[in-house]
């Protein structure tokens, strides 16, 4: 029988050895008797290949740590898309509105429009006919006399709207007024038809017949 190299014994007893599975020793295992009972070496022999198998079988590698990535390349959250500076104007929009609302909407609908006195002020009448219909530049309106001038209050509102500027010199109103018609000497009673709403020409014209 060959015989086993004492270096693979060595070995081998080595391995047995850190597994637990004892047999390890220094004093080698006889070949046979010599009255020919033979105490077989066969389990020596047959633990190095054994042994010479898992000497050469490579170790697995060992497990890398885990690194942190650093903190420009770390996964961030979801993003909105909206840019940061964004965010306090549209928080402040809705605010905003209802200030808005609140201080324009509500106080213009209080308010109401405006009254025929006020449109009488705001328009420049007074500036002509006075601040009491006393007349001045244009005719008195106050006493009833312009409703003398314009016993039909639709009539009254037409010229509002026109002006004299159309009928220059010539006579307007009721052709039976008492103390004869008006006559439009300069032409100088300007159209209120691009200034004045209808609603407005025809509150001016209420004031002016019934206000004074």
């Not at 060992?62 to 990535?69: D, F, M, N, Q, S």
């Amino acid at each position: 029988m060959t015989e086993v190299p004492d270096y693979l014994l060595e070995r081998s007893r080595a391995r047995r050895a850190a597994l637990g599975l004892g047999g390890g020793g220094d004093a080698p295992a006889p070949a046979a008797d010599a009255g020919g009972d033979a105490t077989p070496a066969t389990s020596a022999a047959a633990d190095a290949p054994a042994a010479v198998a898992a000497d050469a079988a490579p170790a697995a590698p060992a497990a890398r740590p885990t690194e942190a990535l650093p903190t420009y390349v770390a996964p961030v959250g979801p993003r909105s898309g909206i840019p940061v500076w964004m965010m306090p104007v549209i928080i402040f929009l809705p605010l905003w509105a209802i200030v808005y609302m609140g201080a324009f909407g509500e106080s213009s609908t209080a308010a109401g429009p405006a009254s025929g006195a006020e449109i009488f002020q705001q328009a420049g009448c007074v500036n002509c006919h006075g601040a009491r219909g006393e007349g001045g530049v244009g005719p008195p309106l106050a006493g009833g006399e312009v409703v003398k001038t314009f016993p039909d209050p639709v009539e009254h509102e037409k010229f509002v709207s026109e002006g004299s500027s159309k009928i220059k010199g010539q006579p307007y109103g009721d052709p039976a007024r008492e103390g004869g018609q008006h006559t439009a000497a300069s032409g100088g009673m300007p159209s209120f038809a691009g200034q004045l709403s209808a609603e407005e020409i025809t509150a001016v014209v209420t004031y002016e017949r019934e206000g004074f």
